[in-house]
């Protein structure tokens, strides 16, 4: 499968269009407005979201609840354009509507992406950089996400974002008895975060830096459960699923790193700690005794639980003034309040719960064939009696 998004953020709209979902898996638009709800919520986001209320509307590729295999065209409307139709229009102004509607952007924000893009597309209206860098665009991505869920939820395969950290604030340790109960308690929570204790703590840090003009990062975890064995390839670079969901990870807005299993910690510990032990049990077949390498071994997953974890830099659009230049006049300024997220750490787990599962559906359709949904059970099924009888 293969998608690509289109949209700015106080544009009209965001639209993705995804090739190759296979045909006859039923899609309904609640399957994904139920993620695109998720990802509004959660605590620390500034009133932009009050203002959406995001709702995707299938334009192609279903038919009668259910996919043809044509390409499925996924359309979020943004509630906000009707405060920017004038500064967002497509057609060019007259001298008297530039001289109404344009305040040209000329102030970089240190740590967003206007100063690198202005000069690389020399735009002297960083608004034309702003508008498509802004994180709005991951509302289409998690609504492809949340296709690429429908996929794996007919396997059996669940996949849910939560958040471990926010600033210095961490959960405690946690045991997973299962994915449902993962997704049900972080939905109860305005941080998405299992530890309620944590999560008091974690909305006392976000109300600390919003108070002081600040913003607050985090880290956020995806873990996948019911995976075969074998998705991803050791053969070549680019096969490797691990890497492909580190990209996929690095690509979200503000993310500054990724790591599977135990990561970094990996690198301090002796191999006698890390690498986990083969099992076998007649008619189940092999196992791993702990899953400390987060579900990967050699670029393919190995039927544990996949863990990866994505650190969420803060927000770089402050309250508090920090120093930076005027494009036109060369002149430092300290930046000007304009309106923002405080922390949105609780909206990235939802996002990052979507790039991991587009990158697992891929895999498995390269695995499994990706034309229809019966071709693909007969061929999944097929697999797990050779991988029990292995
Ligand atoms: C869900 C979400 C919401 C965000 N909200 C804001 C925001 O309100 N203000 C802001 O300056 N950056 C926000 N960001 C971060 C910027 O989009 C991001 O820092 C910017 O695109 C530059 O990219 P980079 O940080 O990856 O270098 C948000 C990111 C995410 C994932
Ligand atoms: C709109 C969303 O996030 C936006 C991401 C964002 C940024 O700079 O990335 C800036 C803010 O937009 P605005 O300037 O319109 O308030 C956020 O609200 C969203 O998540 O749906």
């Not at 919520?41 to 279903?62: A, H, N, P």
């Not at 492909?244 to 790193?257: D, L, P, T, W, Y």
């Not at 190995?302 to 005027?326: E, F, H």
Request: charged share 25%.
């Amino acid at each position: 499968m293969r998608f690509l998004t289109a949209g700015e953020s106080h544009g009209p709209q965001l639209t993705a269009i995804i090739e190759g979902v296979p045909s006859q898996l039923p899609l309904t638009e609640e399957d994904i407005n139920y993620h695109l709800q998720r990802r509004q919520k959660g605590y620390g986001r500034g009133r932009r979201m009050q203002i959406e209320k995001d709702q995707v509307r299938i334009t192609s590729g279903v038919r009668h609840g259910k996919t043809t295999g044509a390409p499925i065209t996924l359309i979020v409307e943004n509630n906000d354009w009707k405060h920017w139709d004038k500064i967002m229009g497509v057609a060019p102004l007259s001298e008297d509507e530039e001289k109404e509607v344009k305040r040209k952007i000329t102030r970089p924000r240190p740590g967003h992406a206007d100063l690198n893009g202005a000069i690389k597309y020399r735009h002297r209206d960083m608004r034309n950089v702003l508008e498509r860098s802004s994180a709005r665009e991951t509302t289409v991505r998690v609504a492809v996400g949340a296709v690429a869920q429908v996929l794996l939820e007919v396997f059996g395969i669940e996949v849910c974002g939560h958040v471990l950290e926010i600033g210095h604030v961490k959960t405690g340790n946690l045991t997973y008895e299962s994915i449902k109960s993962l997704k049900e308690k972080t939905e109860a929570s305005e941080v998405r975060c299992l530890d309620p204790e944590a999560s008091e703590k974690m909305m006392w840090a976000i109300d600390d830096a919003k108070n002081n003009g600040d913003s607050i990062g985090g880290i956020v975890e995806v873990v996948a459960v019911n995976l075969p064995v074998g998705l991803g390839s050791h053969v070549q670079y680019d096969r490797k699923l691990d890497g492909k969901i580190a990209q996929g990870v690095m690509s979200i807005n503000a993310f500054k790193g990724v790591e599977v299993g135990l990561g970094f910690e990996a690198a301090r510990m002796l191999g006698s700690n890390v690498h986990d032990e083969i099992t076998y049990l007649e008619g189940q077949g092999f196992s791993r005794r702990t899953n400390r390498l987060g579900g990967f071994e050699g670029g393919m997953t190995n039927g544990m639980p996949v863990i990866v974890r994505g650190a969420m830099k803060p927000i770089p659009t402050l309250y508090k003034p920090l120093q930076s230049v005027d494009i036109e006049t060369k002149e430092p300024f300290s930046a000007s309040i304009e309106r923002s997220d405080s922390c949105a750490v609780p909206a990235a787990a939802v996002v990052c719960e979507g790039v991991v599962a587009w990158e697992l559906a891929n895999a498995f359709l390269e695995k499994f064939g990706s034309d229809t949904i019966e071709d693909i059970v007969d061929n999944y099924n097929n697999y797990n009696i050779k991988v029990r009888d292995f």
